[in-house]
């Protein structure tokens, strides 16, 4: 095992200790999980989640939704933010699902190759690297890492990632030296201590409890 790969398992391990091992339970349908991750870009899971409860009230079954117009559906996610461009992208994705598979159903991904069902959600405006993984981990249980800014800021100041990978290279960094079995609560335990700890502007590094194996320069003491 290499360095990188033994000190992802101990922050892990260490993380686990720390804050439990989220279990993954009662996953939402593919196609759930897809919207619900195009609408909480760039917006607070609170604003998310008022969106997404009044985009169900008004279109209760994915159908309903995929043939509404367009200015409702806007009208309806406006306080996810972005929902001008949110609104149709969702539409089209809704779209173009129902007539590539006949139904609005994502659960054959889960027997494609991981590599094969990211390619086959990436194809779609709007469904970048970050929203495939999440679908793909959360709703299908298969073996991808989301990065989302959290990760990505707390695994390059530990040390975990190269600081010239971008975003979408961080995803193959990262499942390469996770172990699958990780990915998924590894990646919830990073982002609360992204959020907890390892903040944006001003780490609080005394608190933290992987700062024994972090390489931060700037690490406060
Ligand atoms: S030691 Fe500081 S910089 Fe490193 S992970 Fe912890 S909070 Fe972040």
């Known amino acids: 095992m290499t360095d990188l790969k033994k000190r992802a398992l101990q922050i892990h391990e260490t993380l686990i200790q720390v804050y439990g091992e989220p279990i993954r339970e009662n996953p939402m349908p593919a196609i759930h999980e897809l919207v619900g991750t195009i609408l909480s870009q760039n917006t607070t899971d609170a604003n998310c989640d008022r969106a997404f409860a009044a985009l169900l009230a008004k279109y209760p079954t994915w159908e309903l939704l ?41 659960q054959f991904l889960a027997d494609m190759p991981v590599a094969e069902a990211r390619k086959w959600l990436t194809k779609f405006k709007g469904v970048g690297p970050k929203t495939a993984a999440i679908v793909l981990c959360f709703a299908l249980g298969m073996p991808a890492f989301p990065v989302d800014t959290h990760v990505y800021r707390v ?12 975003f979408e290279q961080a995803h193959a960094h990262l499942e390469s030296i996770f172990p699958v079995e990780t990915y998924y609560p590894a990646h919830l335990n990073l982002i609360r201590l992204g959020r907890q700890v390892c903040h944006a502007r001003k780490p609080n590094c005394p608190q933290c409890p992987v700062r024994h194996l972090c390489d931060y320069k700037d690490k406060t003491v």
């Open 66 to 106: 995929r043939d509404a117009d367009e200015a409702g559906v806007i009208e309806a996610i406006r306080p996810a933010g972005l929902a001008n461009q949110k609104g149709p992208r969702i539409l089209a994705i809704l779209k173009a699902i129902s007539e590539e598979r006949g139904e609005l159903d994502l």
């Open 155 to 166: 695994t390059g100041r530990i040390g975990l990632r190269p600081a010239e990978l971008n």
